[in-house]
């Protein structure tokens, strides 16, 4: 039995507002893709990785930053959409690989230990997901005006790394829309239960330039950030 993870490089990032990809912008004296990286290679749970996204660019600034990784099996091209990406990355990983953890690289403050539970987790369960509680009041709104004020209790926000047994995602990615953002969400509509493993640190999902300010400032050990505070 073998343990892979897939590694989302390939979006846009948009709203970051930046001229280059997301996964390519610096952070903290590397590269953002690099954080999640450097994590599942620490992650003794983890065996293989495929990393998706723009080949030339990423190897190019790995090699730059002096970062030599030792589990990286492949590196293919993103596709179109994330589930694109994600199937690209599932047709590239070694057979072997029974277990395979799927992370977007903007959640550049993950840790081998958050990694490690969620692979335990989903070899003993088939499917888990880090996760955290809703904190906030959540309102239902149109336009600008609330329309009702959603209970959150039982709510979490799912994050990444998700991970499921290799069987359940070859099966939930041959049926899915492209347009899921959530492995979990197409793992669910096939009928299989899958679990949460709460974040015990900050794994915030970098979108904007405040984002990116608040990761710098914790991967530097200046600001002590709690995720949702």
Same mark, same amino acid.
């Given at each position: 039995?073998?343990? %892979?993870?897939?590694?989302?490089?390939?979006?846009?990032?948009?709203?970051?507002?930046?001229?280059?990809?997301?996964?390519?912008?610096?952070?903290?004296?590397?590269?953002? &893709?690099?954080?999640?990286?450097?994590? &599942?290679?620490?992650?003794?749970?983890?065996?293989?990785?495929?990393?998706? %996204?723009?080949?030339?660019?990423?190897?190019?600034?790995?090699? !730059?930053?002096?970062?030599?990784?030792?589990?990286?099996?492949?590196?293919? =091209?993103?596709?179109? =959409?994330?589930?694109?990406?994600?199937?690209?990355?599932?047709?590239?990983?070694?057979?072997?690989?029974?277990?395979?953890?799927?992370?977007?690289?903007?959640?550049?403050?993950? #840790?081998? =230990?958050?990694?490690?539970?969620?692979?335990?987790? !989903?070899?003993?369960?088939?499917?888990?997901?880090?996760? #955290?509680?809703?904190?906030?009041?959540?309102?239902?709104?149109?336009?600008?005006?609330?329309?009702?004020?959603?209970?959150?209790?039982?709510?979490?926000?799912?994050?990444?790394?998700?991970? &499921?047994?290799?069987?359940?995602?070859?099966?939930?990615?041959?049926?899915?829309?492209?347009?899921?953002?959530?492995?979990?969400?197409?793992?669910?509509?096939?009928?299989?239960?899958?679990?949460?493993?709460?974040?015990?640190?900050?794994?915030?999902?970098? #979108?904007?330039?405040?984002?990116?300010?608040?990761?710098?400032?914790?991967?530097?050990?200046?600001?002590?950030?709690?995720?949702?505070?």
């Amino acid at each position: 039995m073998s343990t %892979g993870a897939i590694l989302l490089c390939a979006g846009a990032g948009t709203r970051l507002g930046a001229a280059v990809p997301k996964a390519l912008v610096p952070l903290a004296g590397r590269p953002l &893709f690099a954080w999640s990286l450097a994590a &599942f290679e620490r992650c003794a749970a983890i065996d293989t990785l495929v990393v998706v %996204g723009p080949v030339r660019q990423l190897r190019d600034l790995l090699s !730059a930053s002096g970062l030599t990784p030792r589990k990286v099996h492949a590196w293919v =091209e993103g596709g179109a =959409e994330r589930q694109h990406s994600v199937a690209r990355g599932l047709a590239a990983m070694p057979p072997e690989c029974d277990v395979v953890a799927v992370h977007d690289s903007a959640r550049a403050l993950v #840790t081998p =230990e958050i990694i490690a539970r969620c692979v335990a987790e !989903a070899r003993a369960h088939g499917g888990a997901i880090a996760a #955290t509680p809703v904190a906030d009041t959540l309102k239902q709104v149109s336009g600008e005006a609330i329309t009702a004020t959603v209970p959150r209790a039982g709510l979490w926000a799912a994050q990444t790394p998700q991970v &499921f047994r290799r069987d359940w995602l070859d099966a939930a990615h041959a049926v899915a829309r492209a347009a899921a953002t959530d492995d979990a969400a197409i793992i669910e509509a096939l009928g299989h239960s899958v679990r949460v493993v709460a974040t015990e640190t900050p794994n915030p999902k970098i #979108t904007t330039q405040a984002d990116l300010a608040l990761a710098e400032r914790w991967l530097r050990g200046e600001s002590a950030i709690t995720e949702g505070a």
